[in-house]
């Protein structure tokens, strides 16, 4: 992982624990990292029929902001740089959310965000729409967790689509490592009508990769995998969880399954995702 991506909605020092979290990740790794700052444009914010008094001021509130965020440029690169950091940068963006970091991870090959109730922005709804629409893997960072470690990584191993491409993502985690554990639980037949010879085996998938692991049983339905992921991981004394994102759509928005919901408000570890 060459490039990490961190958004913040908040450009004021101290850093959150979710950007001090990217940058000792980003530090560890000797990768790059950018700080993100997205701010709605003025046309979206201004009331319909509103006075030509109150959209001047909004646009020029705008102005303002943007002004603010973007000097924060060379605070973030000196802060990212005392932490080992070896090429920080950072962007502000007006626009939608999700629109703005789908489009610059399109150069990004990790985003991170931080899970925050008690703020403007990061409950868990908001952080599940990002995993989904970024198109990239996602860290997600519970509040008040600032320390990156790979001293265990626990994989959520069903044999889903979602698992394989969020194990194969996280390779390069993986790789450094200190110890991985298998969380296998119940095998999904994800493509009934395709035969495959020789079959896909994590096993071997992980040890082509050079990876050791190893491998802890789960056994619960669906209604409580969320809740087994996470106590297992917790026995295991997990510093990362590893799964897929299994998304639906909706009516236009994208909502996620038991399993990854119940995570992402629960857990205490950073969780690695993809979609």
């Not at 908001?126 to 790979?150: C, F, Q, Y």
Request: proline letters at 7%; hydrophobic letters at 45%; one cysteine or more.
């Amino acid at each position: 992982m060459q490039d990490i991506l961190v958004y913040t909605d908040d450009f004021r020092r101290p850093w959150k624990p979710a950007v001090e979290y990217a940058g000792r990740l980003a530090a560890m790794l000797d990768a790059s990292l950018t700080g993100a700052y997205v701010y709605p444009s003025p046309l979206y914010t201004a009331p319909r029929h509103s006075a030509p008094e109150l959209i001047d001021a909004i646009f020029r509130n705008a102005r303002a902001l943007e002004a603010e965020a973007a000097a924060t440029h060379e605070p973030f690169v000196q802060w990212a740089r005392a932490l080992g950091v070896p090429r920080p940068s950072w962007h502000v963006a007006e626009g939608y959310l999700p629109d703005v970091l789908s489009q610059v991870g399109t150069w990004h090959d990790l985003l991170v965000l931080g899970i925050d109730d008690e703020g403007s922005w990061g409950s868990p709804s908001d952080v599940a729409t990002l995993v989904l629409t970024s198109h990239l893997p996602t860290i997600a960072v519970p509040a008040g967790m600032r320390e990156a470690k790979l001293d265990c990584v626990a994989l959520a191993w069903n044999g889903a689509p979602e698992a394989v491409r969020a194990i194969h993502a996280a390779v390069p985690l993986l790789q450094r490592a200190e110890r991985v554990v298998l969380l296998r639980g119940e095998q999904r037949n994800a493509f009934p009508d395709i035969t495959w010879k020789p079959p896909f085996e994590i096993d071997a998938h992980l040890a082509r990769h050079g990876i050791a692991f190893d491998e802890r049983g789960i056994d619960a339905d669906d209604a409580h995998a969320g809740e087994a992921l996470l106590e297992t991981a917790d026995k295991v004394r997990a510093s990362l969880l590893v799964m897929g994102a299994y998304g639906r759509t909706r009516f236009s928005e994208w909502a996620l399954g038991g399993a990854t919901r119940h995570v992402l408000s629960h857990a205490r570890i950073p969780v690695f995702m993809r979609h």
